[in-house]
Every structure is written in structure tokens, then in C-alpha cells.
């Protein structure tokens, strides 16, 4: 086995004892391999500087040798957070908030919140990557291990949510928007659409080719997106201080900050949004496998990008409400960033200028989503749930993922051009929130039963554990976006912020969860059953370097004989391992399959 250390974690064991020793005793260690009933759990070290660190058999295999490089340090994971929480939310939404909250004063008091509930997740994630320092992928990764067992069920789950809403039409359609802005022009519908496409094409093309300049522009861009929120910052307190002609009377809106009234359904949706505009904070715990000393840099630089982000937005709030009107941001759809340049400047070059910043923040976005989601995506396809894992995992000619690349273009082309323009961006938003509350549920309960695990086995203390009352926040916040979006709005069923019946997004979500069990079920048990085999997974290794499993067909009386010729993970043994050689192996692979070839992948789809 390609594993040989025994107990690495035991010097660093801080509560052993008599428990201890009993649950040492139901466990089996074998070069490397650890089991607990069912569940066998394997040692690998990365060539991040990471420690060597155990992970369930079941999960992608660790890739020794990252195909991607090590172009990840500090300053390119501030600028991946801090790239993807600014995009289009801070400039979009904020009319969406005031209109949620009902009051100036609680509008701000929520993206204040925004600080917090990021917060608690990303200790949420960092503790993770303090288990599993050299896998890429995070929730990808992270649910995988924490619910092992029923196996493949949660990686297929979130297999096809991660790549099914993976598209990134909305922000392609703001930056359009934005573009159309610095010239004045009012675009026709398949205007707005033709240079959305052309955008995100763009977008596609700089990360395609060579990752270290990818990160580079991304970070590049990134210093323009601080920039530009300082200045709007700065120039909302100069407004502050009664210093522009054109703003009269800029305490106006903090006269009564707390006036107007909330819906249980509007602080809901409020929520939501203020998510939204967060989402980033997790970018860099995709690309883990790719930093050096992971954990440490994640700890210093992820906290550091978003408190940097969170003093920009409510700063950046403060600006709005200083300049326009509390009436016409309540009336605004996604341009509040607009008005206040409006406000500010006046139909001038400096607020086509303004503009352009903005279009250049969001397209940043899209690299930055790009960057993060492309590795999210190669992890699921490492997983073996999805067919074709060579597409997946493959980092050649450039070595960049270009299959995650591809699928997240051509889905994001549909979706532009697909859906009709208004209800869609909304529902959009909508849809892909409910899920990843589902799943950020799961995952802050998933470290606990992680930490029970690792103690049952005897495998130390992680180097970063979150606190339980931020795990205990983290679970109840997104229970509470599992739950509230039942509430109906004020105004009927038919009241939300799309003309439709209000919680289509939640149907829509929970079916997608459903559906997805309903094909795993059918998929690992009843067909196989049916049709006498059973799913194992092998390991297979690129001309690249890269790693992945695939997913294959053993007949039922081949089993004994395929299990005892490969490890938990799926390589195949050395001769001698098992007294068996090679050419039994051979044998076994053309009566599983039929074929004279090499064991033919299960396709998901077939």
C-alpha cells in the first residue's frame, strides 16, 4: 500500500485515557489504514506542507502532487474571498434589504449581521480544512466525509446541485447592465443578453490557460474592487458632513432610522440577499490543496478579507442612504450603486467612470467564481459520481481545469439566454440559497459527528476547532432559512418578490434534494440488484498526475475476489499482498466487464 506511517497523531493525543483505549481496541491499524466497522479510513499527505491526515476510504483520492501547482499565497486568497464576496450584490441589493427590513436602521444592523453569520461558517470550514488539509473542493470534500455512509449519497446529491446551478448568468447579466450604463444606452432585451454571453466568454478565456496568471488577474481586479468601495465610502462620509450642493439634506434618512415596518417574510428574503452578498468568504477553501501551510493562511487571511469586506459594505450602505432618498432606493430594482453616483455626481463623465468600476467589479466575479467553482466541480468529478471522470479531473493541455470550466460556460450561455428577463434574477438568487442552506445545515452538524469519530479513533486534537457556541449559530441561522421561507408574504401568495406564487423557490430546491436521492437509490440499489453486480470504485491516475475514482460494474460472484485484490481505496493491491498476482486481476477485470479491455466506468446517466 502507498501508505506507510502508524499513528502519527499519537504524541499530539491531548485526551487519552482509559475511553481511549477501549475505543483503540475496536479499531484495526494496518500500514496506514485505520477501520471503524464499516468505515475505513486511509493516511496520505499532500505536497502543500500539510501534515499527513486520514480521510474516509470512500472520498476522492488525495492527489500527492497537485496538477493545478501551488500558485495559492496570501495575498491571492484574500483577493479570492474578497473577488467573490464584491461582485454585484453590494451595488444590487441594498434596495432588496431596506425593502426586507422596513427601516434604514435595521437594513444596516442586517449587513452587520452578514459579518457574523460569515463569520461563524467560515470557522465552520476552517476546522474542516484542519482535518482534511489536502483535499481541494470544500463542501465538496467536507460532506463527503462527514456522511461517509450511505456511500456516494451525498457526494451525488451535491454532485448535481453544484453543477445543475453552477451557472453564473446573473452576475454576467449585471455586468451587462453596467456596461450598457457608461455610454447611456437602454439595451434591448437580446442586447442585454448578446454582451452578457460575451462577457462571461471573456471571463472564461483569461482563467483557461495558465492558472498562476489567472490568480494574478483576479487579484489585480481585486485591488480595484477595494478601491472603488473605499471611494464610494469616503465620499458617503464627505456627503455625511453636508459638504455636496447636490445633497441637501443627507441626515434625512438617519432622522428616524428605525422607522417602517418588517414582515416575517421580508426579513426572510432580507437574509437571503444578505447571503448573497457575503458568498465568497469560502472561495479559498476550494483551492486548499493548492496553498502552502493551508490552515494557517486560511486562518489569518480569510478572517482578514472578510472584515476588510464587511466595514466596505456597511460603509458603503451608510453612502446610499446618505445620498438618495429612502423612496427611490425602496423603488430601485438592482442599481442603488447608481443612484447614489447620480445623486453625488450628476449625469457626468465621473458617474460613467463609476460605472465602469463597477462593470470591471463584477466581471472580477466571475473570475473569482470561476477559479473557486471550477475546483468545487473537478472534486465531484474526482468523487466518481459523475460520468467521464477523466473529463473532470484532467488538468491537461494548460494545466487548468478545463472540463469545469466548459460545463459552467456552456450552462451559464443557456440560462442567459434561456429565461425571460425580470422574475428570472430573483428566482435564480432564490434557488440556489435554499439549497446550500440545506447542505450548510448538514455540514455544521457533520463536524460534530467528525470530532466524534476522529476521538473514537484516537486520531488527535485538529489545529483549529470552532467554538461551539459559533457552530450552534452557524446551524441555527441556516435552519432558519430552511424554515421562515414558508411564511407567506403580507400581500397573498402571489406577493414575494417575483409575480409568481412566492415559494416556487422552495419547491423547486426540495425537489431537486428528492430527486437526487430518488436516482441515487435507483442507481447504487435497485439496478444492481436487478441486474446481479455491485458498484466498486477504483482508482485512476492521469497522464497529468491528476487523480480520480471511477465508479465500476463487479458481477456478484466476482466481489470476493475484486475486494481482495484492491485496498479500501481502490488501487489495486501490489503481488503478494493477498497471494494473489497480477493475472488474477486481469481475469477478474474481463468477467466483471465482458470486455477484453480495462473495467469500463459506470456512467450515472445509463
Known amino acids: 500500500m502507498p501508505f506507510n506511517w502508524r499513528r502519527p497523531f499519537e504524541h499530539l493525543q491531548g485526551d487519552s485515557g482509559g475511553s ?157 447592465q453596467y456596461l450598457f450604463r457608461i455610454n447611456g444606452h437602454t439595451p434591448t432585451p437580446w442586447e442585454l443578453k448578446g454582451v452578457a454571453v460575451a462577457g462571461y466568454t471573456v471571463a472564461v478565456l483569461a482563467v483557461s490557460f495558465h492558472t498562476r496568471w489567472s490568480y494574478r488577474l483576479s487579484n489585480a481586479i481585486g485591488i480595484v474592487k477595494i478601491l472603488t468601495l473605499i471611494f464610494i465610502a469616503l465620499t458617503g462620509l464627505i456627503v455625511l458632513g453636508g459638504h455636496v450642493s447636490r445633497v441637501p439634506d443627507p441626515h434625512a434618512n438617519f432622522s428616524n432610522a428605525f422607522e417602517g415596518r418588517a414582515s416575517p417574510y421580508g426579513l426572510t428574503n432580507a437574509l437571503y440577499k444578505i447571503i448573497f452578498s457575503y458568498a465568497g468568504f469560502e472561495n479559498a477553501f476550494n483551492v486548499v490543496n493548492e496553498v502552502k501551510n493551508p490552515v ?34 425602496r423603488a430601485s430594482k438592482q442599481i442603488a450603486a447608481s443612484l447614489f453616483f447620480t445623486a453625488v455626481f450628476g ?48 488538468t491537461r493541455p494548460f494545466s487548468t481545469p478545463l472540463g469545469p470550466y466548459f460545463v459552467k460556460w456552456a450552462l451559464t450561455l443557456v440560462m442567459i439566454l434561456a429565461p425571460p428577463a425580470g422574475d428570472a434574477f430573483n428566482f435564480v438568487t432564490d434557488l440556489k440559497v435554499f439549497p446550500d442552506a440545506f447542505f450548510h445545515v448538514l455540514l455544521a452538524i457533520g463536524l460534530y459527528i467528525v470530532r466524534y469519530r476522529r476521538k473514537r479513533l484516537g486520531l488527535g486534537r485538529a489545529s483549529f476547532k470552532a467554538w461551539h457556541p ?75 498526475g491528476a487523480q480520480s475514482h471511477r465508479l465500476i460494474k463487479v458481477l456478484v460472484g466476482e466481489l470476493a475476489r475484486w475486494d481482495a485484490t484492491h485496498d479500501a481505496v481502490g488501487r489495486p493491491l501490489r503481488v503478494g499482498d493477498t497471494g494473489s498476482d497480477e493475472k488474477d486481476e486481469v481475469g477478474l477485470r474481463r468477467r466483471a466487464t465482458g470486455k477484453q479491455q480495462d473495467v469500463v466506468s459506470v456512467d450515472p446517466e445509463k
Not at 298 to 325: C, E, H, K, Q, S
Not at 348 to 358: Q, R
Not at 497 to 506: E, I, K, L
Not at 516 to 539: D, F, H, N, T
Open 470 to 544: 459559533v457552530v450552534i449559530f452557524s446551524i441555527i441561522v441556516h435552519t432558519y432559512l430552511l424554515v421562515m421561507p414558508w411564511y407567506p408574504p403580507e400581500g397573498g401568495v402571489f406577493a414575494g418578490d417575483v409575480s409568481f406564487w412566492y415559494a416556487t423557490y422552495v419547491v423547486a430546491g426540495i425537489g431537486i434534494l428528492v430527486g437526487c436521492a430518488v436516482y441515487y437509490y435507483l442507481w447504487v440499489s435497485v439496478v444492481p440488484k436487478l441486474k446481479g453486480y455491485r458498484i466498486r470504485q477504483e482508482v485512476l491516475e492521469l497522464e497529468d
Open 20 to 176: 481511549n483505549d477501549e475505543a483503540l481496541n475496536r479499531t484495526s491499524y494496518d500500514s496506514g489504514e485505520v477501520s471503524d466497522g464499516s468505515l475505513k479510513y486511509t493516511l496520505a499527505k499532500g505536497g502543500n506542507d500539510s501534515p499527513p491526515a486520514y480521510q474516509e476510504a470512500s472520498g476522492a483520492p488525495v492527489e500527492t502532487t497537485s496538477p493545478l501547482g501551488y500558485d495559492v499565497g496570501p495575498i491571492t486568497i484574500i483577493f479570492l474571498n474578497v473577488s467573490k464576496m464584491i461582485g454585484t450584490g453590494v451595488y444590487s441589493t441594498p434596495s432588496g434589504i431596506l425593502n426586507g427590513t422596513g427601516s434604514v436602521g435595521l437594513s444596516l444592523i442586517y449587513w452587520a449581521l452578514g459579518f457574523f453569520t460569515s463569520a461563524a461558517s467560515l470557522s465552520v470550514y476552517l476546522e474542516y480544512a484542519a482535518y482534511f488539509p489536502n483535499r481541494s473542493g470544500s463542501e465538496v470534500t467536507y460532506l463527503e466525509q462527514a456522511y461517509p455512509r450511505p456511500r456516494w449519497l451525498f457526494p451525488t446529491a451535491f454532485a448535481f446541485q453544484a453543477v445543475a446551478l453552477s451557472f453564473s448568468s446573473g452576475n454576467a447579466i449585471v455586468l451587462s
Open 296 to 329: 494557517k493562511q486560511l486562518r489569518r487571511n480569510g478572517f482578514l478579507a472578510l472584515t476588510i469586506v464587511a466595514i466596505l459594505y456597511i460603509l458603503a450602505n451608510v453612502a446610499y442612504f446618505a445620498a438618495v432618498p429612502k423612496a427611490d432606493l
Open 347 to 394: 449625469s457626468s463623465n465621473a458617474v460613467k467612470g463609476l460605472n465602469f468600476l463597477i462593470a470591471l467589479s463584477s466581471f472580477g466575479n466571475l473570475i473569482a467564481v470561476l477559479l473557486g467553482h471550477s475546483r468545487m466541480i473537478r472534486e465531484c468529478g474526482r468523487q466518481g459520481v459523475l460520468p467521464y471522470p477523466r473529463f473532470w479531473a484532467s
